[in-house]
């Protein structure tokens, strides 16, 4: 969710986000594979997300 924000702006919710998580990890992508990744749901709390971006952002 933080990578999401800083590096392209987007909010999305936990469950959104863990397709991104395992596509930074590199470990379950063939090398030259084509990947598709659908990122959806912005359902989360505005605490929820300012805790998440004082933690992981501004550390």
Same mark, same amino acid.
């Given at each position: 969710?933080?990578?999401?924000?800083?590096?392209?702006?987007?909010?999305?919710?936990?469950?959104?986000?863990?397709?991104?998580?395992? !596509? !930074?990890?590199?470990?379950? =992508?063939?090398?030259?594979?084509?990947?598709? !990744? =659908?990122?959806?749901?912005?359902?989360?709390?505005?605490?929820?997300?300012?805790?998440?971006?004082?933690?992981? !952002?501004?550390?």
């Amino acid at each position: 969710m933080a990578y999401l924000f800083q590096n392209h702006w987007l909010v999305a919710e936990g469950a959104a986000a863990t397709g991104i998580a395992a !596509l !930074l990890e590199k470990k379950f =992508i063939k090398p030259e594979s084509n990947v598709v !990744l =659908i990122v959806s749901g912005n359902n989360i709390g505005a605490s929820t997300f300012i805790a998440i971006k004082e933690r992981f !952002l501004y550390n």
